[in-house]
């Protein structure tokens, strides 16, 4: 499993935008985004552009805590698992202003949570074992344990 890099676009897609997906992963069953800035995430469906989610981090950095002489950061960020059975291409947009950098990795599995009507069991965070992604995760992969826990662990 490889944690993919890309810049959000500062506009919104049009129907001959290519998206993330242009690139191709055929095994993938859903893709899991992880964004440190307001993002919103639109998936193309039929060949129209739609909103399905807006990730919206709600502290990148704690400044109080940035410089405490304790090196501590507050790595804040939001999460969205995408079902590649819906949609046909993935593209994200800055709310910034800014190109934001994304994350994501594409799952052989399908891991996004069934939905009950009413429910929006799509995040990260409905999976109850997910371990926090922090700063100091950076460059790790995700990865199931001889115990079958997810773990983050350098390559």
Do not use: C
């Not at 069934?114 to 999976?127: F, H, Q, R």
């Amino acid at each position: 499993m490889k944690l993919n890099k890309t810049l959000a676009a500062l506009s919104q897609p049009t129907p001959s935008t290519d998206g993330m997906l242009a690139q191709g992963n055929a095994s993938a069953q859903s893709v899991i985004i992880v964004g440190f800035a307001n993002v919103d995430i639109y998936g193309k469906q039929n060949g129209a552009w739609s909103l399905i989610d807006e990730l919206r981090p709600a502290d990148i950095l704690n400044s109080d805590d940035a410089h405490d002489g304790g090196g501590i950061y507050n790595s804040i960020h939001d999460t969205h698992a995408v079902d590649l059975a819906q949609y046909e291409d993935v593209y994200f947009v800055s709310t910034s202003g800014e190109q934001e950098v994304m994350r994501y990795f594409f799952v052989e599995d399908s891991v996004v949570a069934p939905t009950v009507e009413g429910s929006k069991a799509n995040k990260l965070e409905d999976i109850s074992d997910m371990p926090a992604f922090t700063v100091a995760d950076a460059g790790k992969v995700l990865t199931v344990d001889a115990l079958g826990s997810l773990i983050w662990v350098t390559r």
